[in-house]
């Protein structure tokens, strides 16, 4: 699989558990420099694991690693960093109300004088952005870009802290299919200037189209490495499962019956008075499935938000079941789902969970009202609480919960 090239990284036998769960066992993997090399597997499969051990957040139970020939242990991510190693989370590490610029520079300051730490960084980073195709603008705030550039802020803190090894940890996961397009250019461009790169993923179509080679583990091991160019879906499939796969899946004509969801003339402004939805309508009928398709910030979100009840209409208005939606009869989150409609965000970790509380601890909701503008809030109990003395310390809101 290396053709004589020389190894960025080799493993041997790397071993890890947590408790009674063999996450790692005794992984042998050998990266060439210069290349993209993909590792996939099927969620539980020890993937991220591995590639947390190589960046330093975990310690392996056994085994060795080399980084360009040398003796690899690092300690830390500091240790890995040093190295030349960076990496891109699935879930991004940014300070989402500081600006592109404060991001890369947090943590990789030449000195105590920040503003000289910035200016120098600029200079640096015009640089890797023209010959990488990484642009984005430096001041805007992080917070309010959209997810693919900030990926993109991602792969610029790593390669300004000198990464030669750059581990993306299923960097498609959160991407428009024009925007995974556009990463692979990037990618492309990396490899082509002898940056060796892991790729992290479940996406056969994708790993088949921008890797050299790829490393298979199933349940914690290592069952297979492969050149791209000799492997294809059906065998990668087979590998990952440990069984034979079918790709297609023989499917009847939908009989759609009548229409739930009947949607009019929709029409949203966000908070910085720009127009988000513009008179948008139709209709989704019970039995069938409906796309809505467009690139990151063309209004898809917002869209998904008033049916969901998180943000209401100015103008328009929806039809869901026989209830009616518009601006002056609008429904909470809360009596949206009474209605039967459940709503998967497309950030599961800032919208969907509350991530500090027990699995099994009991959810409630937190309505609170500010202005006239009704926000709902899904908390566990003792932070339902907290929430209620801030609403009622600050005199300017009112707040109902429930278990």
Known sequence: MTHGQPIAIELKQIDKRFGAVHANKYIDLKVPQGTIHGIIGENGAGKST???????????????????????????????????????????????????????????????????????????????AEDYGLEVPLDAIVGELPVGLQQRVEILKALYRGAKILILDEPTGVLTPQEADHLFKILDKL????????????????????????????????????????????????????RKVRLKVDKSEATPKKELIKVDSLQYFDDAGVERVKSVSFGVRQGEVVGIAGVSGNGQSEILALLSGIIQPYSGNININGSHIDKDTALDPQQVRAIGVGHIPEDRHKQGLSTSSKRKRPISSATITCRNTTKVFYKTSRQSKRAVRRAWISGMCALTTRL
């Open 50 to 128: 591995l590639m947390s051990i190589i960046y330093g957040f975990y310690h392996a139970d056994a085994g060795e690693m080399t980084v360009n020939g040398e003796r690899y242990k690092p300690a830390n991510s500091q240790e890995a960093i040093k190295a030349g190693i960076g990496m891109v989370h699935q879930h991004f590490m940014l300070v989402e109300t500081f600006t592109v610029l404060e991001n890369i520079v947090l943590g990789a300051e030449d000195g105590w004088k920040l503003q000289e730490s910035l200016g120098k960084a600029k200079k640096k980073l015009k640089a890797l």
């Open 191 to 242: 490899r082509q200037q002898g940056t060796t790169i892991m790729i992290i993923t479940h996406k056969l179509r994708e790993v088949l189209a921008i890797t050299d080679n790829i490393s298979v583990m199933r349940q914690g091991a290592m069952v297979e490495h492969v050149v791209t160019a000799d492997t294809n879906k059906e065998q990668l499939a087979e590998l990952m499962v440990g």
